[in-house]
């Protein structure tokens, strides 16, 4: 599959072929981009931190967050910024669950995340505020997988909001305590926690994108067919292919 030229790939798949073509990449084909952009996709329920956690990430207010309505993320969008050098692009995403849009316009905001990483993702930042990870987030992950394949997790760090209200010291104690979210960690990348309220707090970006670097030092950047497509389908086609998979 991996090798299949693009001009074959046809939107018309069996499910088998479908699964198969969702494989990720193998770690032999770990693809690197050419320049030094950064790629990171936050993920996660409305109301996590996920755009506050994409201000913190660029250092400014990019994009809008808080508690009011018009301040509801509806559309997957991409602020970019230079950090240390290096071009970090963010692509802040719709909550899953508890938010307004239909299951159709999730997957079509899904599909526009998709678009928007193209190529490949460095890391997927899968947003929980701390000491809130319930049976949804569990959830989020399987429908993760679903659409990137089980490698995808090799890109996921769990990141934690709500630093302000933690004792970082105490985190490794708190996660091992916890099995749910000690298993995911360890089927993750690991775990980073954020403070939100201290944009200037630049000291925990910068330990973010240690952990980002050695994973694309050992991954490469994520990508996969789904990605192939989401470069040649249009897309609207392309978040209808996506909602038979999240509704699976
Ligand atoms: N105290 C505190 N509040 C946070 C933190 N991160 C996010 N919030 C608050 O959580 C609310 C939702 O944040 P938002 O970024 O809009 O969540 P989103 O829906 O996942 O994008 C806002 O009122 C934020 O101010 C944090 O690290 N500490
Ligand atoms: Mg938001």
Redesign the pocket.
């Known amino acids: 599959m991996l090798g299949m030229k693009l001009s074959c790939v046809t939107p018309l798949k069996t499910g088998r072929q479908r699964t198969m073509a969702l494989r990720h990449r193998t770690n032999n084909a770990a693809p690197q981009q050419n320049n030094d952009n950064i790629n990171i996709v936050?993920l996660?329920?409305?109301?996590?931190?996920?755009?506050?956690?994409g201000n913190t990430i660029l250092g400014e207010e990019r994009?809008?967050?808080?508690?009011s309505l018009s301040?509801?993320?509806q559309e997957s969008t991409v602020q970019r910024s230079v950090i240390g050098g290096r071009s970090v692009s963010v692509i802040?995403t719709p909550?899953f669950f508890c938010t307004n849009l239909s299951q159709e316009k999730l997957s079509r905001e899904f599909a526009r995340s998709v678009f928007l990483s193209s190529p490949g993702v460095h890391a997927f930042l899968f947003?929980v505020?701390f000491g809130r990870f319930t049976k949804q987030e569990e959830e989020i992950l399987e429908k993760v997988k679903k659409v990137f394949g089980k490698d995808v997790l090799k890109h996921v760090i769990l990141l934690f909001?709500?630093?302000?209200?933690c004792i970082r010291e105490r985190m490794d104690e708190e996660i091992d305590g916890n099995d749910v979210v000690r298993r995911v960690v360890q089927s993750c990348q690991g775990y980073h926690v954020?403070?939100?309220?201290d944009l200037t707090d630049r000291q925990q970006v910068s330990d973010l994108l240690m952990k980002i670097d050695s994973i694309e030092r050992n991954q490469g950047y994520y990508t996969n067919e789904v990605y192939e497509w989401a470069q040649k389908w249009p897309l609207e086609q392309y978040g209808k292919y996506l909602k038979t998979i999240l509704m699976k």
């Open positions: 936050l996660g329920k409305k109301g996590v931190g996920k755009s506050s956690s994009f809008k967050c808080g508690r301040a509801v993320t802040d909550g947003v505020p909001t709500y630093g302000d209200e954020l403070n939100n309220k």
